[in-house]
């Protein structure tokens, strides 16, 4: 009797729903997560002999020991679920939109009392706040930010510094906020400022052209001259942009435009935000080529792009028909709440669109290939500059930070393939060291960290750099060689260039030499000051530093906001910063009254009342506290 294959008898359990499904290896590691209007029919495709014979099939086929499958009711639920499990699970072999903590966005939170537009590098998650970009140029978010300023004066102080305020800043005084602080403009005219904000950066111009416009036709009605010039100054502002803008297209349309271009293991995908028949947005997301199919990476990047957008155009232009387009469509349009064209052309001007967005990935998708291709060289470089066995792909280095041999802290930094590699980013607390001894906390800091390494069987870096010379070179040397690695792995020290003294003891600007030591090498490593591998050696040092050092202040803040609150019940560390972050500091706090305390977030009457009294302790006359003492030993004696 033949073994029944595990995988088939999966494949004739499937049912013809909508749903996702997972592909696990034999450890149960999600290799694959993908959707399906009908899952039955989308998973066995995979399996057929007679089926796709692409690279990635192939490599499903060998590797797959169990599917798991979740049904849902709707192809939108199925596009959500995929791209939460994306999230959450990470598979290798799907294209993950990287977060934007590299780019700025705008931020608008309508349920604050104030609204107020901030740049922000980092969404957050489960916000109820509108994001508009994000956009790769901080000059011109800035631009755009004080544009705004002048057509809508939103206050832009945070809301510590808005609490506390008792007259307008200057930037009322040249009319670029309405200073809501003082109560200089009224929630009801605010919360326009705040609508025409969003409908512009939401690209809604013409419809804020036409409120302003009867606006201003309303205050002439009234006589009220100045405010009518006032909004007519705003009209001819945001006209002007109109008309710089309107260079794309005569006809007005809102439609994103996606391009795609891969080659060598890389992958760039660029998307076209119009709105209005303007070109408002461009942005590109770079991915590794796992050689799935376009449609299938089109399917995935849709998902995962709209399901965080809180505007999704009515027409999307792709470049490859999509695998799954009625699940993707019928997704999109349950989270649009109306129609959504996904669009191949063929011919027209949407055609020339499509081109230009896949000339733009490709140019995208060269430029990065390059950057690669000249880190490669720079590794290259300081391999030969350092007699290293192998090309430092991975790059570990490690500082110490300390403030008068207190709060010691070591950190390590990471660098994959010339560029910073923050996920393998670690500091640790010096438990072992007693005061300031630099080498022995950095014998601590190495041995914790490979004695780890080396008991997971991790991989480990092709370099490690110390920031430091000789004294903690060698340090690190003796740690090695009790752990064994001595030979296995390479160690360099980088001493700091120093400010070099004058002839009569004034200091001067001249500097000397970054030096590189090695072990058992009298002199230091010679490298030109302009040589790309010494300062991608300077680079990972310097950023050791900085990780340290906000490390180390983050240790001597929270050791000096220790005002003795968190040993009362009911204040812990989220309310504590939350009471800072309203009164803005501990001094203000203690001036506060139990009401002002009471009106805090997250704060009670009881709670108020006794962080008041534990704030304000009053003083027992005198001899009351030795009788009290004399009481409790007594009460205390008689218990035992």
């Known amino acids: 009797m033949s073994e029944v294959d595990p995988i088939e008898q999966i494949l004739d359990g499937l049912p013809n729903s909508p749903g996702v499904y997972m592909m696990k290896d034999e450890k149960g590691k999600i290799l694959y997560v993908g959707k399906a209007s009908n899952l039955r029919t989308r998973v066995r495709s995979y399996f057929r002999e007679s089926g796709d014979q692409r690279f990635s099939v192939k490599f499903l086929r060998a590797r797959v020991a169990d599917i798991e499958v979740v049904v849902t009711e709707t192809e939108k639920e199925a596009l959500l679920l995929e791209n939460t499990f994306i999230k959450k699970h990470q598979p290798r072999y799907n294209i993950r939109l990287r977060d934007d903590k590299t780019y700025i966005s705008l931020r608008l939170d309508p349920t604050d009392e104030w609204p107020r537009l901030h740049r922000i590098r980092r969404r957050r998650e ?335 870096p092709d370099l490690i750099v110390i920031d430091g010379g000789k004294g903690q070179l060698n340090a690190a040397i003796e740690v090695l060689r009790e752990l064994d690695m001595l030979g296995r792995v390479p160690v360099c020290g980088l001493a700091k260039a120093r400010l070099l003294a004058g002839r009569q003891g004034i200091r001067t600007e001249i500097r000397s030499e970054e030096r590189v030591f090695l072990p058992n090498r009298k002199d230091p490593v010679r490298f030109d000051q302009s040589d790309p591998a010494l300062f991608l050696l300077v680079r990972i040092r310097d950023e050791a530093h900085r990780f340290g050092i906000s490390y180390h202040r983050k240790l001597r803040n929270s050791a000096s906001l220790r005002t003795g609150l968190e040993e009362l019940p009911g204040i812990g560390p989220t309310r504590r910063k939350k009471l800072l972050t309203h009164f803005g500091s501990l001094t203000r706090l203690k001036q506060a009254s139990a009401e002002d305390i009471a009106s805090a977030p997250g704060m009670t009457k009881g709670l108020a009342l006794t962080l008041f009294q534990f704030l304000h302790p009053v003083e027992p006359p005198p001899g009351e506290t030795e009788e009290a003492e004399a009481e409790s030993w007594i009460e205390d004696d008689g218990e035992e």
């Open 126 to 460: 489960n916000d109820k706040a509108l994001y508009f970009g994000p956009f790769a140029s901080s000059s011109a978010v800035k631009e755009t930010m004080r544009f705004l300023q002048k057509l809508f004066p939103l206050r832009s102080c945070p809301d510590n510094v808005l609490r506390n305020r008792t007259r307008p800043c200057i930037l009322h005084q040249i009319e670029r906020c309405s200073a809501p602080c003082v109560g200089l403009v009224t929630h009801e005219k605010y919360a326009e400022y705040v609508d025409q904000t969003v409908l512009f950066l939401n690209g809604r111009r013409d419809e804020v052209v036409e409120l302003l416009r009867r606006r201003m036709w309303e205050y002439s009605d009234a006589m009220a001259y100045e405010k009518a010039a006032a909004v007519r100054d705003q009209l001819t502002a945001i006209e002007r942009t109109i008309e710089q803008e309107n260079v794309v297209s005569h006809r007005r349309f809102d439609r994103d435009v996606i391009g795609m271009a891969r080659e060598q293991g890389r992958m760039v995908i660029s998307l076209f935000t119009y709105r209005g028949g303007s070109l408002t947005e461009t942005r590109a997301f770079d991915f590794r080529d796992h050689g799935l199919p376009d449609g299938a990476v089109i399917d995935t990047f849709l998902g995962q792009y709209y399901a965080d957008q809180p505007v999704i155009p009515r027409d999307i232009l792709v470049p490859v028909e999509l695998e799954e387009a009625a699940v993707v469509g019928s997704g999109l349009e349950s989270l649009r709440g109306g129609p959504v064209r996904l669009l191949r052309p063929q011919r027209g001007e949407k055609v020339r669109l499509i081109e230009m967005a896949n000339r733009n990935a490709r140019q995208e998708l060269e430029k990065r290939l390059a950057g690669e291709k000249s880190r490669e060289a720079v590794l290259a470089d300081l391999q030969d500059k350092l007699r290293l066995p192998k090309l430092p792909v991975r790059i570990e280095c490690f500082d110490i930070s300390n403030f008068q041999g207190s709060f010691v802290v070591g950190s390590m930094t990471s660098m994959l393939n010339g560029e910073a590699d923050k996920a393998n980013y670690r500091h640790f607390k010096v438990k072992s060291v007693e005061g300031q001894d630099d080498f022995a906390s950095m014998r601590e800091v190495l041995t914790r960290r490979y004695s780890r390494l080396l008991r997971e069987e991790t991989p480990l």
